[in-house]
Every structure is written in C-alpha cells, then in structure tokens.
C-alpha cells in the first residue's frame, strides 16, 4: 500500500522529529519553516522543504503543502501575540486554502495552556469556548479549524509542557526562588509528542485530545530531581503566602480513544539525553 504524504507547519524543536519519524515509517513528508537558513537542513533530511511565514493574508505559497493527505499544523504563537487576533487569522485563512484543498485530515497542536488555573481536575470540556479559556485566542484558532467540512477529519491536541532532550525543567529554575513546589506539573515528553502525532495520523481520530503525561508529581520533586541528574544548582524552595492555584490536566479521553502507550508516563523518569 502507498503510503500516504504529510504536510508539517512548522518543522521546529517538535515538527522536524515527527517528520523524522515519519520518513522512517515510510511517508511522503512535505514541511515548512520561517527560517530560510533551515531550508538546507530540511532538504538534506530528505523533507519537500518550504520557506513560509503564514502571515494571515492569503497564501499563494501554501500551494505545494496543500498537496497532501495530512496537514499538522504546528505553529505556537509567536511571543507577545497571544492577545490579540494574530494567531487566530492565520489559522482563518489557512483553513479557507485547505478548503479549496484535497487534504482529508489536520492536525492542530494546541496547548493545555487553555485552561485557568482553578485548582480542579481539567479535561477536553473545562474550555469550550474563548470566554472560558485563559488563552482565549487559542481556543477562537481551534474553532476556526473546527469549523471545515465535516467529511475531513479534524483533531486539537492541546499537549501539556513539552519537555525532553534540551528541554529540562531544572534548567529555567536553577538558582532562582520557587514558591509554587506543591504545584502538580502537566509535562509531555517530546517523543511522546511525536508518538501520539503519529498514532493520530495513523488511527484517523478526529476530536479534541489533552496530551500530558499520566502521572503529576508536584514541581519541587521535578526541580530537585533534575537539577540532581544534570549538575544544576537548586532553586530556593519557600512557602507561598497563599496557596498557589493549579490544574491537573486529564489525558484520560486520549489514553481511553487513542490506541497508544506513553513512554515516559511519569516526567520524574524523563529522558533528557546526555
């Protein structure tokens, strides 16, 4: 059987290993990035490599990336534009190409940023809407992708702290003064990412998923364990004045839909390379 072609928005720190991934699988993988310096290195990773902003305007250069079966859509808002309405026209006007598109399925990877912290066990139906999420643009771009024709399959996967390789917890809190240590964490593990991306493409499941590791030890245990492992000075741990408001976010409807299996489903067993 042919396997299928997939398209990558954003071939970054968690696009460019699931397009790895994919090529080793056996799929066509077309993939876009901001960076023109990158372009050579996609190529030579032997992916249909694009140099494309997605401005939100129309968009003559998503053509050849609109020639797929699958498109993930893997593009973070850009710092100091999650409030306004930038992030949410891109999506708008992506979705108006892919609707003049033969793309079946696409993939949205949100954030579980979305939901308030309440101090409450989050799952997909916490944020229905904008006015409910903590990041209501967030959620007004997954509506927009919610809104194509209901004959292709559309999938939000709102994943939890990507952490993994480079990406270690220790490192942004060494030295520093930490009052939030009985704070539950909400951690993916990137190739965990990258699985459950794969399993979706594979499993042609649409809906809204959280994606976060099962287990939720509290940020003190994390911190002090990591900077441990990796050489990182501890941060100060003190008791706040007032409790810090949390969340814990469920991924029971992902484990419970999805046929996949975590790696890493406690991030105290992270792996974080050399």
Known sequence: ????????????????????????????????????????????????????????????????????????????????????????????????AIRQSTVKQVIYVSSTSVYPEKSVVA??????????SAVPAL?????????????????????????????????????RTVDSGAVPVNYLHRDDAVGILLALIKQQQAGVFNAVAPEHPNREAVYRKNCADHGYELPVFVQPQEPVPYKVVSAARLTRVID?????????????GN
């Open 139 to 175: 959620v007004r771009a997954e509506a927009f992708m919610q809104e194509l024709d209901p004959e292709r399959a559309v999938t939000i996967l709102r994943c939890g702290g990507l952490m993994g390789y480079d990406r270690r917890p220790g490192k942004y809190v060494a030295r």
């Open 260 to 272: 996949y299996h975590f790696q890493y489903p406690d991030p105290l067993t992270f792996n974080y």
């Open 123 to 132: 799952d997909e139906n916490a944020v229905l809407s904008p006015e409910q």
């Open 1 to 96: 059987m042919v396997k299928k072609t997939i398209t990558i928005l954003g071939c970054g720190w968690l696009g460019l290993p699931l397009a790895n991934r994919l090529m080793v699988e056996g799929y066509t993988v077309r993939g876009s990035t901001t960076t023109v310096s990158k372009l050579p290195l996609l190529l030579q990773r032997g992916i249909d490599a694009y140099h494309l902003l997605l401005n939100p305007e129309p968009m003559d250069d998503l053509v050849p990336l609109l020639q797929a079966d699958t498109i993930v859509v893997n593009i973070p808002p850009k710092a100091g534009k999650l409030g306004d309405d930038f992030h949410p026209q891109q999506i708008r006007h992506l979705m108006e």
